[in-house]
């Protein structure tokens, strides 16, 4: 049965997506797309409009600009995390995809009352110290 290439170039991006933080490779892509490696990387190319390499590169510096808004870790824990192995690299790729450095994006970041998932007042009322006039566990002290 002869699939239509697609397919399985959308499994390697599938791969890409999922393993972002591993050490993949084109070649572990082209596998999983059951082509070789050069033939995949024209596939993907035409068919996504990046090389295979530039599309997992994106992911993990999508993810890094994620973390540094979100985590207090340090920029080689960000880069590791990632899936990438040098710092300097990451630095560098880090400003040519978002123009500014990750300490930089990390300082213009939005603060942590933005990106907080929960609604603000939801917020408040939890953070609020205090005695409460109801029993959380629902029963009801008897008056």
Known sequence: ???????????????????????????DMAEAAALSPAHFSREFRKAFGESP?????????????????????SIAKVCHAVGLGSVGSFTTSFGQIHGMTPTEYRRRGPTPEQII???????????RPGSRTFREDGSAAES
């Open 1 to 27: 049965m002869n699939r239509h290439p697609s397919r399985h170039l959308l499994r390697a991006k599938d791969l890409a997506d999922r393993n972002f933080d591993l050490p993949l490779t084109v070649a």
């Open 53 to 73: 390499h530039q599309y997992l590169l994106t992911r993990r510096l999508e993810r890094a600009a994620a973390l540094l808004w979100r985590t207090d870790w």
């Open 117 to 127: 998932a929960i609604p603000r007042c939801v917020a408040m009322a939890y953070g």
